[in-house]
């Protein structure tokens, strides 16, 4: 096989990158190692910022998300007895779609497959070859058969445990990492939300999320140890956590049958580069972030806005974009992961109990109270919850 672009990972990366490419006319193949029901099996990311949908609906491929996206004006931010709404679309007129990651990718596939798209799903022994040459190739099984895809260009859109990233050589790249002291354990239940809009938030006991996936589905986390096992939390413990840590006065908790329940690590991570030679990384193959600010999806989103954009203007002869590419995307990267980073230590509790883990959680109760008061802190927390700009 020959084409112009070989794009490994058929997640909402791969997927979006090649679609877009399909509306500018540019060759694409799409070699993903799992299985359609595996993917859309997966419950992840559940927020887009607006000018992700935006990108969606330039693309044409809005139609799931425009019919049924719940638009939120604005999150609640809680501490113990305080709730307040942020109300982002007051304070900057912005405002964010809540539609969950598996509904993205299921329109994205419906799309792929009305167009006859070339995605190979259940691919084995996925490999790179020739990324320091113009004519770089991906390898892979399938179906019994060997493979080999000719291409200008590799895109890594294969997350964080894929094959790309560790295809630059060592001396070309750095990581940059950190772990923290918490996990989030997610479920999914089957009853409508108790909110109308997200609600974070800060408790002795961890933190507390109320999210949602549609009017009759809520999704809810709570912070739990990065060491804990799942089966130490059956439905009713996490369902009192959830009680206790949402607690707010004339507030109830509705509960409902859990259909989905896991532990999620958090990590921050970023490749100094997402270029070497032929190769570009997208998405979570080149950076993940907590996932407090919401942003591992839309990053995603906005890198693959750009290196989309990049190899058009590469095949009508300006190759400045996609030498650019790395940089650009990174700068965005950079700040994305910092307000993930804020967002993360505003809202979970420190394990320990010292004088220390006591100043901390003062010290955030402060920060809070300052962020719920201040107009200033406010827009900032709106701008980049909603989304920064895209370039
Ligand atoms: P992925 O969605 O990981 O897609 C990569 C694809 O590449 C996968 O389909 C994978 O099977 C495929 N692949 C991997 N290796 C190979 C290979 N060798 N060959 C071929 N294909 C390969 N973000 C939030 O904002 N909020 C959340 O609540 C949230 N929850 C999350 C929960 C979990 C468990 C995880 C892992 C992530 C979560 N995220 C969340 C992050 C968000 O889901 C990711 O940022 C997003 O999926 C990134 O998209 P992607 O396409 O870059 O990567
Ligand atoms: C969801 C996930 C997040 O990480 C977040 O910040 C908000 C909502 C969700 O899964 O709905």
């Not at 413990?237 to 006065?249: K, N, Q």
């Not at 958090?266 to 030679?277: D, E, I, P």
């Not at 995603?300 to 400045?320: F, G, R």
């Amino acid at each position: 096989l020959s084409t112009r672009v070989a794009i490994i990972g058929a997640g909402p990366a791969g997927l979006l990158l090649g679609w877009s490419l399909r509306q500018a006319g540019i060759d694409f193949v799409i070699v993903e190692n799992k299985s359609r029901e595996y993917i859309l099996g997966r419950v992840r990311a559940g927020v887009l910022e607006q000018g992700a949908v935006e990108t969606l609906q330039r693309l044409g491929v809005s139609e799931g998300v425009d019919a049924r996206g719940l638009v939120h004006h604005g999150i609640y931010l809680q501490s113990p007895g305080l709730r307040h709404h942020v109300d982002f679309n007051e304070l900057i007129g912005r405002t964010v779609t809540v539609y969950g990651q598996q509904a993205v990718v299921r329109d994205l596939e419906a799309a792929h497959d009305a167009a006859g798209s070339a995605v190979f799903y259940e691919a084995g022994d996925v490999a790179v070859r020739g990324i320091e040459t113009r004519s770089p190739s991906l390898t892979f099984t399938h179906d019994g058969s060997d493979y080999t895809v000719e291409a200008d260009f590799i895109v890594g859109a294969d997350g964080f445990h894929g094959i790309s990233r560790p295809a630059i050589p060592n001396n070309r790249l750095t990581v940059f990492d950190k772990t923290y002291p918490f996990a989030w354990l997610g479920i999914l239940a089957d009853v409508a939300p108790s909110t109308d809009e997200l609600i974070y938030a800060l408790h002795p006991d961890g933190f507390a999320m109320h999210s949602m996936r549609s009017n009759s589905v809520s999704r809810l986390y709570i912070q739990v140890d990065p060491g804990d096992d799942i089966s130490n939390w059956p439905d009713s413990r996490i369902w009192d956590a959830l009680h206790t840590r949402l607690a707010s006065d004339g507030w109830a908790l509705n509960e409902g049958p859990v259909t989905e329940k896991s532990i999620t690590p958090m990590r921050s991570f970023v490749a100094s580069t997402l270029n070497h030679g032929s190769l570009f990384l997208v998405g979570d193959s080149g950076h993940i972030v907590p996932p407090t600010g919401a942003k591992g999806l839309n990053s995603a989103i906005s890198d693959v806005t750009q290196l989309s954009a990049a190899i058009v203007t590469h095949y009508a002869d300006d190759s400045a974009l996609l030498s650019s590419y790395s940089d650009t995307a990174l700068v965005r990267q950079w700040k994305v992961q910092q307000f993930s980073q804020w967002m993360t230590d505003l809202l979970h509790v420190r394990p320990g109990t010292g004088d220390e883990a006591a100043f901390d959680y003062r010290s955030q109760l402060g920060r809070l109270d300052y962020v719920t008061h201040s107009l200033y802190a406010q827009r900032s927390l709106a701008e980049q919850y909603t989304g920064l700009p895209l370039g």
